[in-house]
């Protein structure tokens, strides 16, 4: 199978990675690991952040890789009705190469599973809806620190999604041409789940490749002892016997097709 991509990668410029996860480091680490493709993907909360990517953007011209590169955004709510703040023009202004997506937070103050569900699988459809949205980020994934100041209960059993709403979310990922991510950091490695969850997330894995999804593999590495950890979801790919068609990058997604035309 296709191996070595990375498709969520942040940088020290806001401030969400440490300062281990420069540009330069990323990219010579990237090499040492035997990674093939990246793509550095960091967060754009609101748009006076935009500054911060083209020195992203500036870094990626200047630094040499053997390694295939793409400029990627991480995107979004800030309210759990509101909207990213990103659209063509941001797009074309600072020329990102595609653009991931989805929730961050619980957007509850009181614990309630089934409204935490809900509230989650909207928002998975509304990102893969989105046409700016290449990828679904991080499905399932919640925020360790969220959940410790609010007092929250551990979310760790995906049992509690029903199969109709994991259904929903391939199919309308795949009607509307949005991956989904594999991603390293926020579960397959994370500590926090424990493995029944695991183990209950490579089951939901072999249902989205069942649908036909395309599947992205990332780390997100926020610190730069994490790039490479791809290779657990890699494993978990081998072993399901997911085909390299059904792994994406970034020149399969909306934004690369809508600049480039269809290749
Ligand atoms: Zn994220
Ligand atoms: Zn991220």
Redesign the pocket.
Known sequence: MIRGTDY?L?TTYLK?ANETMTVEAIYRRGEELGLTSIGI?D?LNTRDKLPEHEKIKHDMAVTETSLETFFGV?LNLLNVEGDIPYDDGVREQLGFEFAIGGIHATYVDEWDVKRVVDIQHHHHLRFARDPLIDVV??PWWFSGGEFQQKGFPKFDDLSVVSENYHLEFARTAKEHGTAIELNASAIFVCDWYPDRFKEQYKDYVRLLAGEGVQLSVCS?A?DIGMLGTTRVVEAVLEEIGVSDDQIWNPKKGKTWRRVHGDE
């Open positions: 969520h942040h969400c993907t967060h991480e980020v991080h997100d926020h």
